[in-house]
T-cell receptor, first 115, second 113 residues
């Protein structure tokens, strides 16, 4: 099976712009989680989607949003970008039995630089 | 905020030596997982240990879990240069904590040939 894919891999934006990142999970996986990784804060959970529903959300401002489509592909959007949003954004999929604590399989990440 | 701490923050060893990394966490967990990350790329899942397990092995990896001390350790035996990476523990809480892993700060392992 193909792994989790994320597009684009690299992105440069300026403050105030918005950005949309895409994640395609492993075939058959229905749960997609998103994480932000920065040198200062480490890996932090953004949100999780399962069967097009957001089931869980981390402590991020409303500028961070996401959605999931019927084919389980997911997108996350960041509006009104700030310098502090520069980070590696990782998505992960799991088999989607719906249970808590499943193994997550990560994509290669999208590196976002905000200037 | 991070769930816990990893110790040491950095570890430098020679090929063939064993590497031990420790992880502590703060709240009750459903399971604990270890991941590896090479040079700021995606994370690779290594092993999962459930809260009712005490020890688990996978190839050259050995993980222990002590829920009374809220700690875990990862042992990599006979290290190779290819094991050079950052290693993270990640906990999953019970209840409705769907899809959320809480990561430690990680241990940077360098294995010298």
């Amino acid at each position: 099976k193909a792994g989790v894919t994320q597009t684009p891999r690299y992105l440069i934006k300026t403050r105030g712009q918005q950005v949309t990142l895409s994640c395609s999970p492993i075939s058959g996986h229905r749960s997609v989680s998103w994480y932000q990784q920065t040198p200062g804060q480490g890996l932090q959970f953004l949100f999780e989607y399962f069967s097009e529903t957001q089931r869980n959300k981390g402590n991020f401002p409303g500028r961070f949003s996401g959605r999931q489509f019927s084919n389980s592909r997911s997108e996350m959007n960041v509006s009104t970008l700030e310098l502090g949003d520069s980070a590696l954004y990782l998505c992960a999929s799991s088999s989607g039995t719906g249970a808590v604590g499943e193994t997550q399989y990560f994509g290669p990440g999208t590196r976002l630089l905000v200037l | 905020s991070q769930q816990g701490e990893e110790d040491p923050q950095a570890l430098s060893i020679q090929e063939g030596e064993n590497a031990t990394m420790n992880c502590s966490y703060k709240t009750s967990i459903n399971n604990l997982q270890w991941y590896r990350q090479n040079s700021g790329r995606g994370l690779v899942h290594l092993i999962l240990i459930r809260s009712n397990e005490r020890e688990k092995h996978s190839g050259r990896l050995r993980v222990t879990l002590d829920t009374s001390k809220k700690s875990s350790s990862l042992l990599i035996t006979a290290s190779r240069a290819a094991d050079t990476a950052s290693y993270f523990c990640a906990t999953s809480a019970g209840g409705t904590s769907y899809g959320k892993l809480t990561f430690g700060q990680g241990t940077i392992l360098t294995v010298h040939p």
